[in-house]
């Protein structure tokens, strides 16, 4: 098979031709296939209907003695701070357990952080004009949605394979007051699937921020979710943040969404315990306590991080698959013609494809005419920009196989004729 | 028994001796009271305990067919709308069902309209310098905190038996374009117990405020809590808006806090479909959605607005004593001394004590010495202060019976001796 980028012109026209009939053949047929948002499957939410069957009392009282049915416990009960302490290395005094979303509590600290101001910090964000997140690219688009909101200046920071290019970062953070805070996903990044280098980690740690309320949001959204036969190493940046004596500087964030349930699941936020001290004080206006109920029901479904861990398994043996699907049509249809390259993550729950500048959009396009869903071309960018056009997220976890199969077939061939859209057009 | 009003200077002195005593007596039994804060009891919790048994799978499908375990439906289950649109009186349209925690849904709609302004605002009120609140006095301290927060700038305003004082509200609202919002807990007032007339409905209907916008904070914390042999009426105020075209101005707020769990429960928040559309629309940054799982468990076992009556009712029957005990105590203790009124309230989870100027700090902390804790004197007035320092907040829901009678005994006592200081200072 020959690459697409050594054709001459009329082996691409011919080219062209062939694949543009393939795509119409296939848009003949009615589909409705989506492979748009990160989302587990059903099977993989099944793995957790136990969290639903049990014994009342078990839920009702914490190992304290709090009634977890009535008022209080604003940072969570202790076992569940526990848990999620013991799953990050951390103390429970660390811990803050919040609802069901770990986006709200990122929204959440964004807000007092402009409207009250961060541990430390002379002033709140928003008393001090425009202020600016720096954010690796390509990275989740509904953090940047947040900072957009509120109308933070974004600034792209190029992902490497290593995380974000933290010469850079060091630059624009020790230079510019303004700059606030910065977007992380350090393990199986969304979509990127990278995961953070311990230099890159200990690089973080070792920030001196020009401004005294700069925060980095640490969204640890799939620390537990590798696939492969091993799982990516990520540095604990508490750690390093110690050794630096800079642990005020860092907000990380999980949940259970994709451990449990997505849709009642649970978020815990972590901090020093000074942030924590600081940021329960704002929080206790906010909220008396969050679900204590389902606290309980996590913990006693759960148990531990090694019963989380043991948890996870179950879930890799349903997602391992799909990822194979995809990466396999990918290299027998895509790689030979010499399009695009993708990474090949052990872990999350993400495929960045990267095509040829000004494809990604006119792919995406095409898929949905097709009857396939993808995340719009662009979305992995501040502002839904991706300045190269090239960049398309794909999401393998929520479709059955079978559709699956069929999403990914048409997606390369979409894919292709996009790609010869615009070689024969440059020709 | 003769009123302490109408006592002679030696009458008084040798009442004061003796009621001395008697507090002494009583602070030398060592006891741990709380009559502080609105939470129900035990056995109040114990009705709702068939919301954790019941079948999952009842909990994981919602009729249109979502998987309530998955991502989605960031305004709630329809099912579950509909159920609090029946309770509102109002359509499914015109509700968002939130997290746990309605104090917490008051708090985002705040915090959206200081960042981002409201539907068919100009500029976020955070844009317009020193914003104000009008405070319906004595009033909920949670309230209170949100604004001060935020540092709007808080002003009393008188509630009257009928509601908070309109025409001062109507002088404000419409003078003042700084005038932003006002809090009310229309019936079964916290913690007044009053519920506005339908004279005071359709007068906050009628405002034309001088800003565009300006929000009624409606939180009908209490709608289904009447405990007497009939419950009080209130008018549905979008009832009374539709006719005056200002549905846009009204946000209510209610939860199942004091139906089901306070540490587990469901909030939502009834708006104009103008409303929901634009705030759904600022929301949709902040989360994907809220615990759908928990909705279905509460639309399951709660059913109906019907349903909710019927379970108003046991709680009703555990409530009714614990006010009629603290009712007669003040009553028999209190009354004839000629040192206080108070409320009888035919629902919600307060009595408001006003006794003689100056004594409700000294009451509250007499209490404290003698092991019981009260709501500290002041909480229901902005920024803590209670102008004529009279109020104290009674409430009698979470102690069991026994231990609310010693509770409201030792209370009887410390009131008359902090009024004895009082008027025997001034003769």
């Avoid at 590798?226 to 540095?235: P, Q, S």
């Avoid at 050794?243 to 500087?249: P, R």
């Avoid at 399009?339 to 993400?350: L, V």
Wanted: a neutral charge.
């Amino acid at each position: 098979m020959k690459s697409y980028l050594d054709m001459s012109a009329p082996e691409l026209a011919a080219e062209l031709a062939a694949v543009r009939a393939a795509y119409e053949r296939l848009k003949a047929v009615p589909r409705k296939l989506d492979m748009s948002r990160g989302k587990p499957n059903g099977a993989q939410l099944d793995l957790s209907m136990d969290l639903l069957r049990q014994d009342p009392a078990w839920l009702t009282a914490s190992r304290k003695g709090t009634d977890t049915r009535n008022y209080g416990e604003l940072a969570g009960v202790d076992e569940c701070r526990q848990l999620f302490a013991d799953l990050l290395d951390l103390k429970p005094e660390n811990i803050i357990v919040g609802g069901q979303s770990s986006l709200n509590l990122m929204y959440d600290c964004v807000v007092w952080a402009l409207l009250l101001g961060v541990c430390g910090g002379s002033r709140p964000w928003g008393q001090q004009g425009r202020i600016k997140f720096l954010c690796p690219v390509p990275g989740y688009d509904r953090h940047f949605a947040i900072t957009q909101q509120f109308g933070v200046e974004m600034i792209n920071i190029p992902l490497l394979p290593t995380g974000p290019d933290m010469d850079l970062v060091r630059r624009y953070v020790e230079a510019d007051p303004q700059v606030k805070g910065i977007w992380c996903v350090p393990k199986y990044a969304n979509p990127s699937g990278v995961t953070y280098s311990d230099e890159t980690v200990r690089a973080f740690a070792a920030l001196r921020p020009a401004a005294d309320d700069f925060r980095i949001f640490w969204d640890n959204a799939y620390l537990v979710h590798g696939f492969g036969d091993e799982d990516d190493h990520l540095l604990n940046i508490f750690d390093a943040c110690r050794e630096q004596g800079t642990e005020n500087m860092v907000y990380e964030f999980v949940s259970t969404s994709k451990v449990t349930f997505a849709g009642g699941g649970l978020a815990a936020l972590a901090a020093s315990e000074e942030n924590v001290k600081f940021l329960l004080k704002q929080m206790g206006v906010q909220t008396i306590g969050y679900d204590k109920v389902n606290q309980m029901r996590h913990v006693r479904f759960l148990r531990s991080a090694e019963g989380i861990r043991a948890h996870m398994k179950k879930h890799a043996a349903i997602v391992r698959p799909k990822f194979e699907c995809v990466l396999q049509t990918l290299d027998r249809e895509i790689a030979p013609r010499g399009i695009a390259h993708w990474n090949r993550p052990k872990g999350g729950y993400f495929v960045a494809y990267e095509g040829l500048n000004g494809t990604a959009a006119r792919c995406v396009a095409l898929c949905k005419e097709a009857g396939l869903v993808l995340t719009p071309a662009g979305a992995p960018f501040p502002y839904g920009k991706d300045p190269a056009d090239s960049v398309i997220r794909i999401a393998p976890t929520y479709p059955d196989l079978p559709d699956l199969a069929a999403a990914i077939e048409l997606f390369c061939v979409a894919a292709r004729l996009a790609a010869l859209e615009v070689l024969t057009a440059a020709k």
